[in-house]
């Protein structure tokens, strides 16, 4: 197919050409004197990505499930009980990887397109009064419904119970693009990954960890080698790495952090936001309904749509690769077949969202969709005019 392909799942996402270049070099001496200059200062800026002070950043070679193994292994032991919701594939994952690592899991189901009730949960934080939930899991950005949570509340529902259980977020798909506050909320560890906000290649699970965990991770008895936090610490201190570390991969994390500095993360995060209400424009405009049932769930990272009745979202996302190049990110589990995804995160603009709204609009015009052709591309482009970034507004 000739032209430029549109990859909108959300993850892996559009890797921006400094980055992509940024890995275009020779491969590098792992033990190098130097390497110290380089991978210091790195692990220091990655800590301002998750807005931490205080906090240690941990680079493992794998992706987010490995993040969240790490998160779980160093600071859990078998039998200990932790409090999470379900409300998607991906904290439906995090709670059975709990399970097959022997922990107890305390599960509040949730409707798929709702968000953490940090109402339930502030109320078995109070009634655990013997202390025996250890860790409160919250998925901040649910990618299989579009779903943002307050991770903010449940750190208010922890403070109120008095409860000194760790609170653990999974920030794959919002950290470097939603807002994200580790030090402000108080997050003991907080889990990301490499191809999504972050803009590179599939291959690094990022961690922040908080000092709390550091001081507390020799009494966590579960069983941990590859992913252990004292290992890579030590290693770490003064800038090595405890076994080959994917270097190219850190000079693209390099990259991709000086390209979010010189944009200022409250730009990132604000170019996000505008993007993704042209995403909702569109959506409202062709009649069609999010999955995320309320605007305080939106995600700003990726909006799941739902077809009408009797039309099947796997082929349509299969119609749209097929036919125009077109990545869109199916429906997975409980919602498959209904819902597709539109991906709007990382090194993303107007142009290309309006590229991703256009196909969908094919798409929806061949696979027989009722909807007024054009009014999703005309909703957001009318949305983009009008919240032009005020430098724009002034040239024009
Ligand atoms: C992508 C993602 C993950 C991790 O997936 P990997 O494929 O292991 O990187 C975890 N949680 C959320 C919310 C995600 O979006």
Redesign the pocket.
Known sequence: MPGIRGLFI??PTNVPDRVRRAMDIPMEDQRAPDLPQFTLPLLEDVKKVFKSRTGQVFLFP???????EAALTNTLSPGDKVLAARFGQ??H??IDMCIRLGLEVDVVDVPWGEGVPADVFAARLKADRAHKIKAVLV?????ATGVTSDVAAVRRALDEAQHPAFLFA?G???IASIDFRMEDWRVDVA?S?S??GFMLP?GL?ILCVSQKVLAQAESAKSRRCYFDFADMARANKDGYFPYTPPTHLFRALRASIDLLFEEGLDHVFARHHRLAQGVRKAVEAWGLKLCATEPRWHSDTVSAICLPEGFDSNEFVRHAYRTYGLSLGVGLSKVAGRVFRIGHLGDLNELMVLQALSGVELTLRDQGVPFSVGSGVAAAIEHFHHTRPAQLAKAA
Do not use: I, M, R
Request: no cysteine; hydrophobic share 30%.
């Open positions: 959300p993850g794998a992706s987010g499930t490995g993040g969240w991906f904290s994952l995090w998925t901040h950005n649910e990618t999974d794959v798909s919002s889990v990954g191809q999504k599939p699970a």
